[in-house]
């Protein structure tokens, strides 16, 4: 389930923080995002994507509004609507904590877009659902873009090389990746590798493998007819009572339960 919300804030909130993600997307001028690590402007075009746990507040001066439109999602209904890359996305983006984006020039087309996110919380009726799953999608899409596109953020220092082992890690999650090989691929030390790998993905090297095999795994049980074991074999897992605290671990689920529920209930709601 996602809820979202239109709204006019025209007063300062206190401080809080909230077990969901928190995507706002400002439609004008006025007031300011405090957040642990500083102060954000709200200005029209921007998104902001707040990570659970996350300390904020709104700040508005006595004659300041600001119009936002509000999307929370709860991290436990993201595997049941949004894609494996999606997911490791996100994770991503909630490693450098509260993220910007800035979308010069597409104010009409973000408005559009988050138009078509039902305001309410969630719906029953499974088109509009859909529906509301695709746009908000797309709008961490768009975000995550313009987020990565940003020169002040701390991974372009070393993006090129970092993506160069995205990629390889992509194509080889069969096999069995260390961060040795990491580090000679990269060209990078092992210190320097280890920080800046967890920048741009927000988990360990090893974590992150983990994390992307578990998803291949899950993709392969409800597109394949491969048994438990082969799945967990053609992703990596060489352990099958590791496979299986990983998978439950991300998913909430055992393996056979995942592709139960998605089978033959449709969904993991």
């Given at each position: 389930?996602?809820?979202?919300?239109?709204?006019?804030?025209?007063?300062?909130?206190?401080?809080?923080?909230?077990?969901?993600?928190?995507?706002a997307l400002c439609l004008?001028?006025?007031?300011?995002?405090?957040?642990?690590?500083?102060?954000?402007?709200?200005?029209?075009?921007?998104?902001?994507?707040?990570?659970?746990?996350?300390?904020?507040?709104?700040?508005?001066?006595?004659?300041?509004?600001?119009?936002?439109?509000?999307?929370?999602?709860?991290?436990?209904?993201?595997?049941?609507?949004?894609?494996?890359?999606?997911?490791?996305?996100?994770?991503?983006?909630?490693?450098?904590?509260?993220?910007?984006?800035?979308?010069?020039?597409?104010?009409?087309?973000?408005?559009?877009?988050?138009?078509?996110?039902?305001?309410?919380?969630?719906?029953?009726?499974?088109?509009?659902?859909?529906?509301?799953?695709?746009?908000?999608?797309?709008?961490?899409?768009?975000?995550?873009?313009?987020?990565?596109?940003?020169?002040?953020?701390?991974?372009?220092?070393?993006?090129?090389?970092?993506?160069?082992?995205?990629?390889?890690?992509?194509?080889?999650?069969?096999?069995?990746?260390?961060?040795?090989?990491?580090?000679?691929?990269?060209?990078l030390s092992r210190s320097?590798?280890?920080?800046?790998?967890?920048?741009?993905?927000?988990?360990?090297?090893?974590?992150?493998?983990?994390?992307?095999?578990?998803?291949?795994?899950?993709?392969?049980?409800?597109?394949?007819?491969?048994?438990?074991?082969?799945?967990?074999?053609?992703?990596?897992?060489?352990?099958?009572?590791?496979?299986?605290?990983?998978f439950k671990a991300h998913?909430?689920?055992?393996?056979?339960?995942?592709?139960?529920?998605?089978?033959?209930?449709?969904?993991?709601?």
């Amino acid at each position: 389930m996602l809820w979202s919300l239109s709204t006019e804030i025209a007063a300062s909130s206190s401080w809080h923080d909230h077990d969901i993600f928190e995507f706002a997307l400002c439609l004008d001028q006025g007031g300011r995002l405090l957040t642990d690590d500083g102060e954000i402007d709200l200005r029209p075009a921007r998104t902001i994507l707040i990570p659970p746990g996350a300390h904020h507040r709104f700040d508005l001066d006595a004659d300041e509004t600001s119009r936002l439109k509000i999307i929370c999602v709860p991290p436990k209904d993201l595997p049941g609507f949004v894609s494996p890359l999606h997911i490791a996305m996100l994770d991503g983006l909630c490693g450098i904590g509260v993220s910007v984006a800035d979308h010069p020039g597409q104010e009409l087309w973000l408005g559009q877009l988050s138009n078509l996110i039902v305001d309410g919380l969630g719906t029953d009726d499974e088109r509009s659902s859909q529906l509301n799953w695709s746009a908000m999608s797309l709008l961490l899409s768009l975000h995550a873009k313009e987020r990565r596109a940003a020169k002040d953020h701390p991974i372009n220092r070393h993006r090129v090389q970092i993506v160069d082992l995205i990629s390889w890690i992509e194509s080889n999650l069969g096999e069995d990746l260390s961060i040795q090989q990491a580090t000679f691929r990269s060209g990078l030390s092992r210190s320097l590798l280890t920080r800046e790998f967890r920048h741009y993905t927000g988990k360990s090297f090893v974590d992150y493998c983990n994390v992307r095999r578990v998803q291949k795994a899950a993709t392969i049980l409800v597109t394949r007819s491969d048994s438990v074991t082969q799945a967990a074999l053609d992703s990596g897992f060489s352990n099958l009572s590791h496979f299986h605290r990983q998978f439950k671990a991300h998913f909430g689920l055992t393996p056979a339960a995942f592709r139960r529920k998605v089978i033959e209930e449709g969904g993991l709601r």
